[in-house]
């Protein structure tokens, strides 16, 4: 059996250092009660950007350059080594990884943000780091597209594991290039909650025959620092729920298995059978012998797409 700790507390929003003491000492008491696992929701470094969804369109333009610069300068950049802390976490306590982050490409443009999702092994390397294909609605304001690169299912120390974020999990072509690489854990860090949400989650557990873990931040305005600009307005209920959270686990072929953690921080800690996954998709294998190749196929394009190259 492999335990499974998903992370339901809040960061220290927009602020990156201290987000990520916050996320290493969350990990070591994870790990101390007996995690081999740790995931993170969408986001969750430096904090999901809520104010696109706050500010009017046009409108609050100048306001969210303010708020974006402030996110920008907390954002992870990987060619810089900022995702360090995490990945010594990971080896010091021999727990794999899935954190949602904010990522800066410092290699190219050094400007333009991506929802990033990285996998970390057990063994302190990056196994994987994918970004957010199309972010939804608002969201466009602040992060740029990612490319299939990152659409991948890795070995980790626990078993193949797979990651989509929030709203990618509705589109069924990325879904399947995942259920096609053999996933046993499939991951899908959010900012959205509720019935439909976890009836998603519900669908893909029995559509992928896959563990499938769902997060969301819970997040209340209380949790939120006075000195973020625009604090007022963007936050005039002070006793507001942000986000729940719903955490949740589903067994392969579906059935709750852990939460869904409402309205509550803390840690949602459940013991999985990762073999159990295999073994599910004997009645139903979309990809394997459910699967009609001759009708239906797919092309995944995994090349990084850059805007400039030099030889």
Known sequence: MTKIAIIQQPPVYLNLEKTMERAVDLIAGAARDGA???????????????????????????????????????????SRDQMAPLCEAAREHAVVIVAGYQEVDGAISGSTLFNSCIIIDADGKIANNHRKLMPTNPERMVWGFGDGSGLNVVDTALGRVGALLCWENYMPLARFALYAQNIDIYVAPTWDSGETWLATMQHIAREGGCW????????????????????????PNKDEWVNPGDAVIYKPFGG????????????????????????????????????????????????????????
């Open 36 to 78: 081999e696992m740790v995931v993170f929701p969408e986001a969750w470094f430096p904090g999901y950007p809520t104010f696109v969804w706050r500010l009017p369109p046009g409108a609050g333009m100048g306001k969210t350059d303010e708020l974006f610069a402030r996110l920008q300068a907390n954002s992870v950049d990987l």
């Open 212 to 235: 499938v873990i769902g997060c969301a931040t819970a997040l209340e305005v209380s949790d939120i620092p006075t000195d973020i600009p625009y604090y007022d307005e963007l936050f």
């Open 256 to 311: 709750v298995h852990a939460g869904p953690m409402h309205r509550e921080k803390g840690i949602l800690s459940a013991e999985i059978d990762v073999a159990a996954a295999r073994a599910s998709r004997r009645k139903f294998d979309v990809s394997g012998h459910y699967a009609r190749p001759d009708v239906f196929d797919l092309h995944v394009n995994r090349q990084r797409q850059q805007p400039a190259t030099f030889t």
